[in-house]
Structure formats: C-alpha cells, structure tokens
C-alpha cells in the first residue's frame, strides 16, 4: 500500500480529533437519557448501559475505516480468520459479514443484495456474500463509505462460500488474497491438520508484511494474542452468566454485543469493554434483573440470529414470558478462548481457527447443544433453518429430534434467512412460534 | 340434543368453521362456509346463524383458531390450529398418535401424546405444495371437480410422475404433458402422489408414531387417504367430522376455560 501523508492528516483530523470527540459526546448522552421510547420496559430490563459503548466503539470502528485508505493498510477478513497476524501488522480490519449483519439489522440488506442479483449473482449464494457484492459493486453502505481493500484474508472454517466470494472481491479489487484451509475436524482435530494450518499462517506472514510495507514484530504479536484470550475469557464469562435465573442477558442483547468480539479481537479496548460488560451483568444478577421481566421459560438458539426480526423476535418472545439464554453462535467467539496461548501465537492459532463449530462434525454441536440444555436448565430450544448458511444448518433435522428424544423438551425448527427478509415467512414462522410456545406451557 | 355450552371457530385460509358443543363436550352442532376476506362479518353472520337455530348465545365462552383468529374479536381466548386440532382428534378417537392435516393452505403432522397433549409437529414449509391449494389450482387447470378428482385418479392403472412440487412449476409441467397427448386420469394420480409423497415426508421428519390419523378438508379425497395408507404402510384412521377438528379442538378448550372459572 502506499502511504499518503494527506491521508493521514485527514485520519487523525477527522478520527482522533473531531470523531472522537464527537462520539465520546454522543455516548455521554446515551448514558444519560433513560431507554428509548420503543423499548419495552414492560417486559424487559432496560437496555444495557454499556450499550452506550457498544455505540461507540461500533460507531468509531466504521468512521477509522473511512477514513483508514492510505493512511494504514486494510484487510478485509472473514469472521473466523486468524485476525491476530494483521492487528499485530497495525492493519484497519473490516469484516464484511458483521458489515451485513449491520445492513441487516438497519433493514437495508435487501436493496444491497439487490444490486449484486441484478449483476448475475443467484439468491441462492449465501445473502452476507449478496450483501457484501452488492456493497462492493454499488457503494451502498449505511455507514458512510468501506475502505478499499489491501489484503484479502479468507479462512475456510466457516464455509467453502467465502472461497469464491473473496475471489470475487480479489478479482473486482486487483489485490491479493490469502485463503487459510482448514481442514474438517471430525471428532478431534489431528496433530498433522494443526501442523499444515500452522505452514499456512507462518507462509501469509510475508504477504502480510509486504502489503503492510513492515515487519511483524513477535512482541506485538504475543500482546494481540493476549488481548485476544483475554477478551474472549471475558466474553465467555458473560456469557454464562446466562446460567442464573432469571438470566441477566438475553441471546438478543449478546447478539448486539457480539460485534467488539468479532470485529476488534486483539485489541485492549475490547478487553475494557468486556470488563466492564461483565460488571454491569454481575450488577444485574445482584439486584436479581432478568433480561425479561416475567422470565418463566428459558431457551436454547441455534444458528445465526434473524438480524432484521432481532427486536420483533425478543419482544414476541418476552411478551410470553419466554428467555433465550444461551446460544450455539454467540458461544462460538468465547468456547475457544482456552485453546488461545500467547507464547505460542503460530501453532495456537492453528489449534483455534481449526475447530470452531462450522468446522467439526454435526455431532459435536448436538454435544454442545445437550451440555447446554443441561447447564443452563432450558425448557426447549429454537433451531433457526437458516437459508444462507448450509454449514451451520445442516444436521438440524436430525439434532432437533435428538433433543426432544433424549431430553422431552420441545424444539422448533425455525425457516427462515439471516439476511435476506424475502426468505422469511411472517404468518408461516408466527404460526410454528405460537404452536411452539403453547406447548412450552 | 342438548344446549350449546362452549363455540369453537375455526378461520382457516380456504373455509371458515364453527362448532358448537354441549357441556359433555360432545360435537351438536357446526356450519362451514368458504372463508371470506372481512373475516368480522363472517363470524358475526356464523354467529347469528347459530342463534337463530339454538338460542341466545349469550356469556358463551367462545375460542378461536386458525390464520384467521386473532381477527376473531368476539373470542375470548385465541388458540393455535396446533393445539386445536390435537384436542379435537384425540377427543373423537380417544387416543394419541400421528395425525395429518391436509388443509387448503398449510399441512401439518402432529404427535399427539397419551392425554391429547402435543409431543411435536411439523408444518410445510413457505410454499402451498403439499397442501389442498395445490389439488385446487391443478383441478382448475384440467377442467377436472375438486370433489370428482380423488376417484378419477384411482380410476387409472397408469401414473406419471409429476417431478415438480412447486404448486406453479407442476400446472407448467401438466400443461406440457396435456400438449404430448397425456390423458387426465394418469396425471392427476401422478398429482396426488406428489402431494402425498411430500406430506410423507414431513411424517418422516418427525417421527411416526402409530397409529395414523388423518383430518382436514382434503381427506374427503379418497386418492389422498389410499395413497397415504399405501407410502406408510399404515391404515388411516379419520374422525366423524375430519374438517372440524380444528374448531371443536377449539370449542373443547373454552368449555374447559369455563369449567375452571
């Protein structure tokens, strides 16, 4: 990449003085006024208060990335890439699966899809990869402006999609790609996988200094790789919190509060972030708060969230009474964390990115999904038949009816799209809901 | 015959239902109409009808079910199609097991537990295959009566299989076939296996749990209960009022709401 020094005024101007400033401001507000009209503090505990930072730190991460081309090198990165290799190279990352989770939930994810069906791509394809090409090709974003990519940095343990979709981005944008391959772990994941994952981060190092114009320092490294376990220590923490009754947070508020994990990994303010996040729950179970007021049931999630159905779901949902406290994704970005050793950055890494819950046998995750039944005391559980992630949907079938035959709880499976509002039926997924929850009671 | 104790209404998406029953709980009475788009007005029109043969129907508990029953204000409780019919079949028959309904716009497979409760179910998914709307859209097509469509297709030897499932892409496919010389008979048998075949399916998902039973407005096809019995290898069990299950699974629960009172 080349640096620009103009680049780089307008950065600190706009990011570190005038955007800073600003938001800081705005979360003071935030802080300071009590819940927004809509929230519906009938059934459910006010919004967090670090909600305000969620802001924040969301906010300020989309405003360095538009200010970020020419100043420092951009990456574009896949949710489960090994992301600790870039933050210790000084690299802005962008994740353009949070950035369609993001069009998602403001509503707009249709009309950027949009624009990559009517160049060619099939709804078919995965609607984050719609959304992201779409973004990509028309520069509609309610975001302002995504940087342009450096590096393309793609791991294949979340699907075989982002393979194709990075080639897409690598093609369109002429800059190079690194795909990490990680190979399925069945059961356990074998010492020689580990082995050829660990070759295969060790060979992106160069790309990844050249791109960036510097040499990675292993000191830094081990300090990304610190903050990392240490952020995901206390996002797991939070977490299990849920396991109190009635449940401090819900899936839906760790579905908003996911983003610092996912997209700033590494970095000291999101272990700040955490802590503090943690606190503020351990406050919560304290002063015995549930995150639904009349919590009389209590649900396990699977798959990834609706993101434009988040508020009307929650709010259905704790109308009766009913508490999603644990779920199979956001558990993902902290089940890890053990597995993260800052002194051996290269082979951890390895041993971590190879096994997330995408990346092993559908029978592991109906463990996870058993252990929390038990561990969080759940009456039920709702699998989300999610259109766009094949990986994460398939098994369900079978999943479901283990479930209710080894525990007697019922289990929905839930049709719909993570992304896309036009593969959700309102009527038909009311109806399953309604019948669902009458038998929870 | 006794009094009216308890109504149960039934809006579904082709046919509106409603049935009274006395304080045993016991089917007496019942009126179906296809169901119109100012659902109010039709309640109000079912409900003076029963007035007018049974009497006042004043502070009797009312519930409501079906796609349509949250616009059914004069309810005092709204229950889901699920629930309803469970109650309804398991109160007819007098036992559990796995029931398929085959209605005009959804079909369902239910597991009825051993006191009528609901273990599990299955619905189809966002599309009308499977379902009635996809016999009715085809019998339009092949200028064919909904009620004279069942023993047409039994009538043949000869099948063909209809690949489609998709409501719109298999009336293509039929058109094509009409236009290669097919006659009627063998395609509408190939019709009632694909929709069979679907709701087969679904029976597989969840599990079945002997013995079958089967409810709503398509039973009255016979093709459908033949093929049914044919794909699971189980005989089919029907209630005396398959259509209704819904609204007396319905009119069972508010008379049960109004015993606690």
């Known amino acids: 990449m080349k640096r620009d020094w103009r680049a780089s005024l307008r950065y600190y101007w706009n ?39 969620t802001k924040e730190l969301i906010s300020r991460h989309y405003l360095e990335g538009r200010y970020a081309n020419g100043h420092k090198p951009v990456a574009w990165v896949t949710s489960g890439a090994p992301v600790e290799i870039l933050q210790a190279l000084g690299y802005y990352v962008l994740y353009p699966e949070n950035h369609g989770a993001l069009c998602g939930a403001r509503k707009v994810s249709v009309e950027i ?48 999609t982002v393979l194709f979709w990075y080639r897409v981005l690598a093609e369109h944008f002429k800059v190079p790609l690194i795909v990490i391959d990680t190979p399925f772990v069945y059961t356990s994941p074998e010492e020689h996988s580990i082995e050829y994952v660990k070759k295969q981060l060790e060979n992106a190092v160069p790309i990844a200094e050249e791109v960036a114009g510097k040499k990675l320092d292993y000191k830094k490294l081990k300090q990304v790789m610190r903050y990392s376990r240490m952020a995901a220590d206390l996002w797991l923490q ?107 950055p290269f082979e951890s890494m390895a041993r971590t990115y190879i096994q997330p819950i995408l990346n092993v046998g559908t029978g592991k995750k109906l463990e996870k999904m058993k252990k929390m039944i038990e561990e969080f005391q759940l009456d039920g559980a709702i699998l989300h038949s999610d259109r766009s992630c094949k990986p994460y949907s398939i098994g369900q079938v079978d999943q479901r009816n283990r479930l209710i035959r080894d525990y007697g709880v019922p289990a929905l499976l839930l049709e719909a ?9 309102e009527e038909q997924a009311r109806a399953r809901l309604d019948a669902f929850i009458e038998m929870l009671y | 015959m006794g009094k009216i104790a308890a109504i149960g209404i039934d809006v579904g998406s082709t046919t509106a239902k409603i049935v009274g029953v006395d304080e045993k709980g016991e ?25 007018e043969e049974n009497g006042p129907i004043d502070g009797i508990p009312i519930v409501a079910t079906g796609y349509g029953r949250n616009l059914v204000h004069q309810a005092t409780r709204k229950v889901t199609e699920i629930t309803c019919h469970a109650l309804g ?51 339009g097509r092949l200028m064919v009566k909904l ?85 699971t290898g189980q005989k089919v069990i029907m209630p005396d009022h398959p259509q209704f299950m819904g609204a007396y699974g319905a009119a069972l629960i508010a008379l049960r709401g109004s015993r606690r009172k």
């Open chain 1, 15 to 53: 990011v570190k003085v005038l955007g800073n400033a600003y938001l800081r401001w705005q979360r003071w507000k935030m802080e300071r006024k009590g819940p927004p009209r809509k929230w519906r503090t009938d059934i459910l505990a006010p919004p967090l208060k670090i909600g305000a930072r």
């Open chain 1, 113 to 160: 899809a949009s624009e990559a069906e009517n160049a060619g791509y099939s709804r078919d394809i995965c609607s984050y990869a719609r959304t992201d090409i779409g973004a990509m090709l028309s520069g509609k974003t309610p975001v302002g402006k995504l940087p342009k990519p450096d590096l393309l940095f793609a791991c294949t343990n979340i699907c075989q």
């Open chain 1, 238 to 344: 939070v977490m299990e919190r849920g396991k109190n009754r009635p449940a401090p947070i819900s899936v839906f508020d760790q579905f908003i509060h996911m983003a610092p994990i996912v997209e700033m990994r590494g970095k000291p303010e999101t272990v700040d972030f955490y802590a503090a996040m943690l606190k503020e729950v351990d406050e919560r179970i304290e002063k015995g708060i549930g995150a639904v007021r009349n919590e009389q049931r209590r649900l396990l999630w699977d798959n990834l969230p609706i993101w434009y159905k988040l508020r009307e779901l929650s709010e259905y949902l704790a109308e009766r009474g009913v508490a999603v406290v644990a779920s199979t994704y956001t558990m993902a970005w902290g089940e890890l964390a053990p597995l993260i050793d800052p002194e051996k």
């Open chain 1, 417 to 425: 799209d993570h992304n896309d509002p036009r593969a959700y039926a």
């Open chain 2, 27 to 51: 089917f007496i009475w019942s009126y179906i109409e296809p169901a119109h788009p100012r659902v109010e007005d039709q309640v109000d029109r079912f409900l003076k009808k029963l007035e």
């Open chain 2, 89 to 139: 079949v398991f109160r007819q028959l007098g036992h559990g097991g796995t029931l398929i309904d085959i209605g005009g716009q959804d079909s369902k497979v239910i597991i009825i537990g051993p006191s009528g409760e609901v273990v599990d179910f299955a619905m189809n998914d966002k599309c009308a295959a499977g379902t009635g709307r996809f016999l009715e859209n085809t019998a």
């Open chain 2, 147 to 231: 009620d004279e469509m069942g023993q047409l297709a039994l009538s043949s030897e000869e099948e063909v299989p209809i690949s489609s499932t998709c409501t719109v892409f298999a009336e293509s496919e039929i058109i094509s076939m009409i236009a290669h010389g097919v006659r009627v008979e063998p395609i509408l048998k190939g019709l009632h296996r694909s929709l069979v075949k679907r709701v087969v399916a679904m029976v597989r998902s969840v599990g079945l749990v002997p013995p079958l039973m089967l409810s709503g407005g398509v039973v009255k096809n016979p093709a459908i209960r033949k093929m049914i019995e044919e794909e």
